[in-house]
């Protein structure tokens, strides 16, 4: 139950012209609602019906734990931010406007956020809506869980998760005093990247929890979806942070060497997809190298070390191939 320190959790859903599926989103939420969770909304200025959604929907179904927040469009950090700076629960989590959650969602976290023992509380998503985790369908089903601890600056345990990169907001809860004064980048893409990794290496204790308790909506609207050339910029941006981060923090040296290594794939990869081949900026250079400054080489399998110290030789194998591979396209167009 919500007292004079606030609720349990406070669970933050940006929105921005999700009219076709906010109500299949705050439908998921209603029926495990309780009053320790409070519902922050933030309407980042939608031009379609969105608005006249969320109205119709608690019109129907009254909340008084909810809040309401409309801004001007400033993008889907801003709101986050927005939404942080108004929530009042003792623990975080973040509910994208297109996806949906399970309905054990609040009925398996809620008694293990009451303990108050772990920084962050992490579980499963899935693609398939048939695969959310309900009670019914999986009632002999045990639930796995491991727990990591960190102490006396011991960071290695981090290794899995730096490896496995899952940075996805949504499948976290985090203690709201971890999170303390960090916000997300205004104006960035990925930010789940850029914030995420960062809040682990505050942890004393995380609970893993093997279970799909998320929905995560194929939609054609996301950033997935809609791949920009700019946004291996916004991963690169990421690395340079974390690079930024090992100067005042060598002692994570190694762990965060692994983020750094995801982030140059990653980029690389966004940018053979939009250009055709390996073609970096003169900023995207600069990162790589101060990257190789920052990383623990000893972590790092050789292959992409040679990568990330040859970018040139990257680019004219690619491009190269890129060329090749047009010109037959185009020779064997021509004969049919």
């Not at 931010?81 to 009925?107: C, E, K, Q, W």
């Not at 727990?147 to 011991?154: I, N, R, V, W, Y």
């Not at 292959?303 to 185009?330: E, G, Q």
Request: hydrophobic share 35%; glycine share 2%; aromatic share 10%.
């Amino acid at each position: 139950m919500s007292d004079r320190n606030g609720y349990l959790l406070s669970i933050i859903i940006p929105t921005y012209n999700n009219a076709e599926f906010i109500t299949s989103t705050l439908s998921s939420l209603q029926p495990g609602l309780t009053d320790e969770v409070e519902i922050i909304i933030i309407n980042d200025g939608s031009t379609d019906s969105t608005d006249e959604k969320i109205a119709n929907f608690y019109q129907a179904r009254p909340c008084d734990n909810l809040k309401i927040i409309h801004q001007n469009n400033q993008g889907v950090a801003v709101a986050r931010n927005r939404g942080l700076d108004i929530a009042t629960g003792t623990h975080i989590a973040f509910v994208d406007s297109d996806d949906m959650i399970s309905p054990d969602y609040f009925a398996l976290l809620l008694p293990i956020l009451r303990e108050q023992q772990y920084d962050i509380v992490e579980f499963k998503l899935t693609r398939d809506e048939e695969k959310l985790h309900i009670a019914q369908r999986t009632c002999n089903e045990t639930i796995e869980r491991s727990e990591l601890l960190l102490q006396d600056a011991q960071y290695l345990p981090l290794i899995p998760t730096f490896n496995a990169a899952q940075w996805h907001l949504v499948t976290k809860i985090f203690r709201r005093d971890l999170l303390g004064n960090d916000r997300f980048e205004a104006n960035r893409r990925y930010e789940d990247i850029i914030f995420s990794p960062f809040q682990y290496f505050k942890c004393r204790r995380i609970l893993k929890l093997n279970v799909n308790l998320y929905y995560y909506r194929i939609n054609s609207q996301s950033i997935t979806e809609n791949l920009r050339e700019s946004d291996a910029q916004h991963i690169f941006f990421a690395m340079r942070k974390m690079c930024d981060y090992i100067k005042n923090n060598p002692e994570k040296r190694s762990v965060a060497t692994l983020m750094i290594v995801n982030c140059f794939l990653e980029g690389r990869k966004i940018v053979r997809k939009k250009k055709g081949y390996y073609a970096y900026d003169a900023q995207m250079l600069s990162d790589i190298k101060t990257a190789l400054q920052y990383c623990d080489e000893s972590v790092i399998n050789k292959k992409v070390i040679y990568k990330m110290r040859h970018p040139w030789v990257d680019t004219f194998i690619s491009a190269t191939r890129n060329r090749v591979l047009k010109f037959c396209n185009k020779k064997i167009n021509k004969e049919r």
